[in-house]
T-cell receptor, first 115, second 114 residues
Framework: DTGVSQNPRHKITKRGQNVTFRCDPI?????LYWYRQTLGQGPEFLTY????????KSRLLSDRFSAERPKGSFSTLEIQRTEQGDSAMYLC?????????????FGPGTRLLVL | TQLLEQSPQFLSIQEGENLTVYCNSS?????LQWYRQEPGEGPVLLVT?????EVKKLKRLTFQFGDARKDSSLHITAAQPGDTGLYLC??????????????FGQGTILTVHP
């Protein structure tokens, strides 16, 4: 399978705990995006990387959130001191730019539930 | 702030009926994309429209991009239960450090009953 993979697929944690999610993009893609999606809503942009450089962060990404892509391949998203409002699906996407446009391929997501 | 408004938010129809989903933007994007998402999975790209007035067809799905490139529609003919899912429109940014960033509408949940 050469698609985008995310681990874990599901995470249940208690409020105040730290959690870390991993995203493995399609191997030749140099752009990697993180989105957050709450139930019944569209995904919201969080941050994105070009290779190992983090180029943009949404204001949704509070100080408790940090994302890394140390070698320009896989990426991690960490949430510190989780809150119940952090419960959501966290989606990762990677992209390559073809002749005319950029196509993002999404992973299956990590569903987080904060109790 | 760029916003995309989708309507309707929910759509419940019988197999064989036609339907249209609308996506309206407060600003112009470089292109607009439509995705379909099933429960527990990530969105899957259906189509990208780039040129104002563009019409693209994908089997029973017809996508239109408005002349001003601020609105789009998805029309499904003779809907089938397999069309059930969340349909999302997304505007694509083309400029600067936001290049490629997607701004999604809130989605339309479609249920097609056999």
């Amino acid at each position: 399978d050469t698609g985008v993979s995310q681990n874990p697929r599901h995470k249940i944690t208690k409020r105040g705990q730290n959690v870390t999610f991993r995203c493995d993009p399609i191997s030749e893609h140099n752009r990697l995006y993180w989105y957050r999606q709450t139930l019944g809503q569209g995904p919201e942009f969080l941050t994105y990387f070009q290779n190992e450089a983090q180029l943009e962060k949404s204001r949704l990404l509070s100080d408790r959130f940090s994302a890394e892509r140390p070698k320009g391949s896989f990426s991690t998203l960490e949430i510190q001191r989780t809150e119940q409002g952090d419960s959501a699906m966290y989606l990762c996407a990677s992209s390559s730019r073809d002749l005319h446009q950029e196509t993002q391929y999404f992973g299956p997501g990590t569903r987080l539930l904060v109790l | 702030t760029q916003l995309l408004e989708q309507s309707p938010q929910f759509l419940s129809i019988q197999e064989g009926e036609n339907l249209t989903v609308y996506c309206n933007s407060s600003s112009v994007f470089s292109s607009l994309q439509w995705y379909r998402q099933e429960p527990g999975e990530g969105p899957v790209l259906l189509v990208t429209v780039v040129t104002g007035g563009e019409v693209k067809k994908l089997k029973r799905l017809t996508f239109q991009f408005g002349d001003a490139r601020k609105d789009s529609s998805l029309h499904i003919t003779a809907a089938q239960p397999g069309d059930t899912g969340l349909y999302l429109c997304a505007g694509v940014n083309a400029g600067g450090t936001s290049y490629g960033k997607l701004t999604f509408g809130q989605g339309t949940i479609l249920t097609v009953h056999p």
